[in-house]
Nanobody, 121 residues
Framework: QVQLVESGGGLVQAGGSLRLSCAAS????????MGWFRQAPGKEREFVAR????????NYADSVKDRFTISRDNAKNTVYLQMNSLKPEDTAIYYC??????????????WGQGTQVTVSS
């Protein structure tokens, strides 16, 4: 049974930081690139960041580049998202997922419950 459990969200003031975690199970973690996505109220889910299988390659949405850092610990089957210099427009529910194939942004399977990030101005 595949499970994705996101945690670490909360309420933070603009300019603050949060570190999100995503514990993944049910698939061989190292077989997959991993990605973070977010969904703001009234908007579609959007890509935030992705990381290669070994952790040496990363890619970010322009809106979070130079502020967010994705990383992974393959021994713990966990992917992280360090978010610095947070802005009110970063307010959203954040989700992680396994990514399909060697390129692209297509998630594999169902989503977890996500973790709420709220940034106050």
């Amino acid at each position: 049974q595949v499970q994705l459990v996101e945690s670490g969200g909360g309420l933070v003031q603009a300019g603050g930081s949060l570190r999100l975690s995503c514990a993944a199970s049910g698939r061989t973690f190292t077989d997959y690139r991993m990605g973070w996505f977010r969904q703001a109220p009234g908007k579609e889910r959007e890509f935030v960041a992705r990381i290669g299988r070994g952790g040496g390659w990363t890619n970010y949405a322009d809106s979070v580049k130079d502020r967010f850092t994705i990383s992974r610990d393959n021994a713990k089957n966990t992917v992280y998202l360090q978010m610095n210099s947070l802005k009110p427009e970063d307010t959203a529910i954040y989700y992680c997922n396994f990514l399909r194939g060697n390129t692209g942004y297509t998630p594999v399977g169902a989503w977890g419950q996500g973790t709420q990030v709220t940034v106050s101005s």
